[in-house]
């Protein structure tokens, strides 16, 4: 079955580039039928998504934060990444990684519900 | 964005009683064309990551007890355990998938009363 770990420094300095990767094991990112997301929930509260990738198209990141964020995917390595940039306090966080749903819409590219989730790692922004 | 909004925010219930969540969506998440209804729920235990319980609004995850139910259509859903147990106590979560961005509701704490 395909599990997912995350990994990444747990400490970012205020201003910097916060920098995660998903190591993606059991099955290819490859695969046509996923799309593979980052999400993240502050300490004590709900969860906000990020953005997605797949291997064959364009990524696509939550408005609220596309200025700040690139995710990349390396195929070669199964895995992919999260950089989210001039991170403040209100970026500390639990990061998760999860495989999203390829779902029929009449807007292309929605990600449907995450199955399997990683841990998850604490991303702490502090001086 | 579609707002979901979740009731309560926090419940306790008996061993062996019944437990109901609601979802409230802003807009509807029933896509006419296969008439399905863009929404999940998750179940949150302290320390561990969301685990998908339904989807589709109704349709169970593999390996999950069928204590648990999901019902509802349009922007208002529920998910129903039918006879809590001990390891039932967690945070869950709805999802909507209709649009993007995936929206998740705040959050429902249950607890053992």
């Known amino acids: 079955q395909v599990q997912l770990e995350e990994s990444g420094p747990g400490l970012v300095k205020p201003s910097q580039t916060l920098s995660l990767t998903c190591a993606v094991s059991?099955?290819?990112?490859?695969?046509?039928?996923?799309?593979w997301s980052w999400l993240r929930q502050p300490a004590g509260k709900g969860l906000e998504w990020i953005g997605r990738?797949?291997?064959?198209?364009?990524?696509i990141y939550n408005p609220s934060l596309e200025s700040r964020v690139t995710i990349s995917i390396d195929t070669s390595k199964n895995q992919f990444s999260l950089e989210l940039s001039s991170v403040t306090a209100a970026d500390t966080a639990v990061y998760y990684c999860a495989r999203g749903r390829i779902v029929p819409t009449a807007m292309s590219g929605v990600v449907g519900w995450f199955d399997p989730w990683g841990q998850g790692t604490l991303v702490t922004v502090s001086s | 964005d579609i707002v979901m909004t979740q009731s309560p925010d926090s419940l306790a219930v008996s061993l062996g009683e019944r437990a109901t969540i609601n979802c409230k969506s802003r807009q509807s998440v029933l896509y006419n064309s296969n008439s399905k209804n863009y929404l999940a729920w998750y179940q949150q235990k302290p320390g561990q990551p969301p685990k998908v319980l339904i989807y589709?609004?109704?349709t169970r995850e593999s390996g999950v007890p069928d204590r648990f139910s999901g019902s509802g259509s349009g922007t208002d859903f529920t998910l129903t355990i039918s006879s809590l147990q001990a390891e039932d106590v967690a945070v869950y979560y709805c999802?909507?998938?209709?649009?993007?961005?995936?929206?998740f509701g705040q959050g429902t704490k249950l607890d053992i009363k």
């Open positions: 999802q909507q998938y209709f649009t993007t961005p995936p929206t």
């Open positions: 589709w609004a109704s």
């Open positions: 059991g099955g290819s990112i490859s695969s046509g039928s996923y799309y």
């Open positions: 990738i797949h291997a064959r198209t364009s990524p």
